[in-house]
């Protein structure tokens, strides 16, 4: 049975995403082996959307308050490109991941499977 997702992060600069999501969003993670961290992401949900274009995937980040959870990850020295957008299914920010881009960060305004 499957038990877990298994999510990848590609970054021009793996050492400094890791260092972001074990330092900045604080995740809980293992060292598989030689500093190479894989991180327990908490409760998840997928979702199937039809393509516009080849199919592709992409990774969000959810949160219960948007304006609370930038704040203190602006304390810990995270960075978003934009504003607030409000996006009809939830309320969004783009969060820059050094080295990986950035990954949307939104507060669900749609019911969620993980509860």
């Known amino acids: 049975m499957i038990t877990a997702v298994h999510t990848l992060v590609y970054a021009e600069d793996a050492n400094a995403a890791r260092a972001f999501f074990r330092d900045v969003l604080c995740w809980p993670n293992v060292d598989a082996h030689d500093g190479w961290l894989i991180f327990r992401t908490g409760p998840s949900e997928l979702g199937v959307h039809p393509a516009e274009g080849p199919p592709r995937h992409e990774i969000s980040l959810m949160c219960d308050d948007l304006a609370a959870t930038m704040a203190e990850l602006s304390g810990r020295g995270a960075e978003f490109a934009g504003e607030i957008a409000d996006r009809g ?14 990954m949307l960060l939104y507060e669900p305004r749609h019911p969620v499977a993980y509860e």
């Open 89 to 102: 299914f939830g309320l969004c920010a783009e969060l820059r991941i050094p080295g990986a881009g950035t």
